[in-house]
């Protein structure tokens, strides 16, 4: 199936596409430098995505989900939800303030062969410098924007599933304020959900106020509980 590459020429004033300086921790993870902050969880990072992000937004439950990602960062929750899905449709926006180097993407996912992760490497470092990834296979989708989410005009009423995985609260703060936690609340469609590996008291008040309905779930062994905030 062909893979198109689509690269908006127009530099977007807003674009921060500063090459995060990073650490290696292990094979599949970097340490930030920035938010001295680690990107995948420490207890087994690509469980830890499929148990809070796919299982908690509920992905599988839609024929044909639609995704919103704040904090693209290694790419590991889109290629665990691809993974998931199997080759059935997906449409995941994402966002990313801070984006790394193709080369280190390629470094933490040596053996991914998917497509999209191919062309996605090819296309990154130019899409970078315009602002802007757009990729399609067959009926998968991926968009990211190289912006600030917090300042980015986020699609209404349209997420099944939103994956807020930026830095930890303390680390990325303006991530978790009231105000941009209701911003993502109207970017869910009705029945959708808002997943997130934070158990923060206020960012479970946060969502609330938002007027979601939230749950505490377990996590894996070894991890705390997570949210899954749901929209009526
Ligand atoms: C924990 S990492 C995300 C890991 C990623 N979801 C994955 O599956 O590999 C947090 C990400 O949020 C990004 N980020 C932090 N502040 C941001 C902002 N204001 N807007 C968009 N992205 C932001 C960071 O650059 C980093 O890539």
Redesign the pocket.
């Known amino acids: 199936m062909k893979v198109g590459v689509n690269v908006r020429a127009t530099v977007q004033a807003t674009v921060q596409a500063t090459v995060?300086a990073t650490v290696q921790l292990d094979p599949h993870n970097l340490l930030?430098v920035r938010f001295s902050e680690r990107?995948?969880s420490h207890y087994g990072a690509a469980q830890q995505?499929r148990r809070v992000f796919v299982e908690g937004g509920g992905v599988l439950r839609h024929d044909s989900p639609r995704v919103l990602?704040?904090?693209?960062?290694?790419?590991?929750?889109?290629r665990t939800t691809l993974e998931a899905l199997d080759g059935d449709a997906l449409d995941y926006h994402a966002?990313?303030?801070?984006p790394l180097s193709a080369a280190e993407l390629a470094g933490v996912a040596p053996g991914e062969r998917h497509p999209l992760w191919l062309a996605l490497l090819d296309g990154w470092d130019a899409a970078v410098m315009a602002g802007h990834l757009d990729l399609a296979h067959g009926a998968q989708r991926l968009r990211i924007d190289f912006i600030?989410?917090?300042t980015a005009p986020l699609p209404r009423v349209w997420a099944h599933a939103v994956y807020l995985?930026?830095?930890s609260p303390a680390r990325?703060p303006?991530?978790w304020t009231p105000d941009f936690l209701a911003r993502l609340a109207s970017s869910l469609a009705p029945g959708g959900r808002l997943a997130t590996y934070s158990a923060a008291g206020h960012v479970r008040r946060g969502l609330m106020a938002a007027g979601l309905t939230v749950e505490r779930c377990h996590g894996l062994v070894g991890k705390r509980e997570f949210l899954v905030a749901h929209k009526q």
């Open positions: 995060q930030s990107y995948g995505s990602e704040v904090g693209f960062g290694l790419g590991l929750n889109w966002y990313e303030a801070y600030d989410a917090t995985d930026g830095f990325n303006e991530l």
